[in-house]
């Protein structure tokens, strides 16, 4: 049981928009920023998105994440077929002094 | 481009000692502390701990505490992950991640895993 609640799947056409959600408590994304990593089979995860909505270098602008509240969300416009990968939200916890994930969402490129 | 090497898998007996290396390269290790995260096969990312390559401070998941050690060898850029008692529920990919950020952190560079085996 993760402690940042995102859903297990997501799926879009190529050239649509998803957004994928992730859900906490005041102890950890109400109080924190919130980072994505995207990670495809057999690999390591990559930053995609910290500071709840800064790219790093050579991440597309396709590439979008914001956060309200509690929640955050990622969003990728224009879909394209090597987005598909898993996606996890993160962010530092207050009450475990440490940094909790999200169970990911696998994003399906139909 | 900032490279983190990870020392390859392992296969332990259960009760056994593990120690994965992570090493650092293309950036100064000290001013960069290491996290360490695990993956179970077809789980999701789990966090472990933190040391700071500076002056060595950790900070561990309280899930690990007592069982985890991790180390710095400055002199080699190199980062150290044991984990003992190690049971076969410690199956996992065990990824180091530089921690970049300093009162908000995050992961920006990962080495390429290590997957520790644990079977009788």
């Known amino acids: 049981q993760s402690v940042l609640t995102q859903p297990p799947s997501a799926s879009g056409t190529p050239g649509q928009r998803v957004t994928i959600s992730c859900s906490g408590s005041?102890?950890?994304?109400?109080?924190?920023?919130v980072n994505w990593y995207q990670q495809f089979p057999g690999t390591a995860p990559k930053l995609l998105i910290y500071?709840?909505?800064q790219r790093p270098s050579g991440v597309p602008d396709r590439f979008s994440g914001s956060k309200s509240g509690t929640s955050a969300s990622l969003a990728i416009s224009g879909l394209q077929s090597e987005d598909e990968a898993d996606y996890y939200c993160?962010?530092?916890?207050?009450?475990?002094?440490?940094?909790?994930f999200g169970g990911g969402t696998r994003l399906t490129v139909l | 481009q900032v490279q983190l090497v990870q020392s390859g898998a392992e296969v332990k007996k259960p009760g056994a000692s593990v120690k994965v290396s992570c090493n650092a390269s293309?950036?100064?290790?000290?001013?960069?502390?290491i996290s360490w995260v695990r993956q179970a096969p077809g789980q999701g990312l789990e966090w472990m701990g933190w040391?700071?390559?500076?002056?060595?401070?950790?900070n561990y998941a309280q899930k690990f505490q007592g069982r985890v050690t991790m180390t710095t060898d400055t002199s080699t850029s190199t980062a150290y992950m044991e984990l003992r008692s190690l049971r076969s529920d410690d199956t996992a990919v065990y990824y180091c991640?530089?921690?970049?950020?300093?009162?908000?952190?995050?992961?920006?560079?990962w080495g390429q895993g290590t997957l520790v085996t644990v079977s009788s």
């Open positions: 293309v950036y100064t290790f000290t001013s960069y502390g």
């Open positions: 500071r709840n909505n």
């Open positions: 040391i700071s390559t500076y002056n060595g401070n950790t």
């Open positions: 993160e962010a530092w916890d207050d009450s475990l002094s440490g940094p909790v």
């Open positions: 005041s102890s950890n994304t109400g109080s924190n920023t």
């Open positions: 991640a530089r921690v970049s950020g300093a009162v908000v952190v995050y992961f920006d560079y």
